[in-house]
Nanobody, 127 residues
Framework: QVQLVESGGGLVQPGGSLRLSCAAS????????IGWFRQAPGKEREGVSC????????YYADSVKGRFTISRDNAKNTVYLQMNNLKPEDTAVYSC????????????????????WGQGTQVTVSS
């Protein structure tokens, strides 16, 4: 069964950190660009960070630059999103998506053209 499964969400205080994981099963991530997206209640989905399949080039939304880091471990078929210095406005459901080459990280984050999405994990930043 082809699927993406996110984990690592939870409740954290402002200034705290979380690491999200996106694990693939049923297919290998080696030839896929991977993106993290988030959607808060009443807001549109936002591409947070994406990583290419080839040279690990990355894209970050301005709102998370310097705080979030995306990485991939193809041996584990998993992509991570390290989130530091979290703010209340980071509260959202975070989902990952995989799109085959030649999707680049910028295009994937701005306009995802894939039906391979995970179910999402809730991140809540609150004191």
């Amino acid at each position: 069964q082809v699927q993406l499964v996110e984990s690592g969400g939870g409740l954290v205080q402002p200034g705290g950190s979380l690491r999200l994981s996106c694990a693939a099963s049923g297919f290998t991530l080696d030839y896929y660009a991977i993106g993290w997206f988030r959607q808060a209640p009443g807001k549109e989905r936002e591409g947070v960070s994406c990583i290419s399949y080839s040279d690990n080039s990355t894209y970050y939304a301005d709102s998370v630059k310097g705080r979030f880091t995306i990485s991939r471990d193809n041996a584990k078929n998993t992509v991570y999103l390290q989130m530091n210095n979290l703010k209340p406005e980071d509260t959202a459901v975070y989902s990952c998506a995989a799109e085959g080459r030649p999707a680049g990280p910028f295009r994937l984050c701005i306009l995802p053209l894939t039906d391979r999405w995970g179910q999402g994990t809730q991140v809540t930043v609150s004191s």
